[in-house]
Nanobody, 126 residues
């Protein structure tokens, strides 16, 4: 059974940083495509960043240059380093995964993923 457990969320002031983690079990990060999504109250789930099984990455325009997605295959863990945070980054952040490759043109579609974590809350104050 695949489980994804996010951690690292919290409340920080604008301009600050957070590093989210997603510990995976029942799934191997080195052979999986994994993403971070976020969902603000009353809004849909939006793709933030993806790392394919081969290691290629992509980002939403709103976070390019500020967020970095990475993984530690030895720890089977996905990360999202978030810098220069803005109030509009406030949301519940979810880790998503699928075994094998992912067509990058479809990485922002929630239906492209088979497994989801429970989320971690990020709140940025101005």
């Amino acid at each position: 059974q695949v489980q994804l457990a996010e951690s690292g969320g919290g409340s920080v002031q604008a301009g600050g940083s957070l590093n989210l983690s997603c510990a995976a079990s029942g799934l191997t990060t080195s052979t999986s495509s994994m993403s971070w999504f976020r969902q603000a109250p009353g809004k849909g789930r939006v793709g933030v960043a993806v790392i394919e099984d081969r290691g290629d990455t992509a980002y939403a325009n709103s976070v390019k240059g500020r967020f970095t997605i990475s993984r530690d295959n030895a720890k089977n863990t996905l990360y999202l380093q978030m810098n220069s945070l803005k109030p509009e980054d406030s949301a519940m952040y979810y880790c998503a995964a699928r075994a094998g490759p992912l067509t990058l043109t479809r990485w922002t579609y929630p239906g492209s993923y088979d497994h989801w974590g429970q989320g971690t809350q990020v709140t940025i104050s101005s």
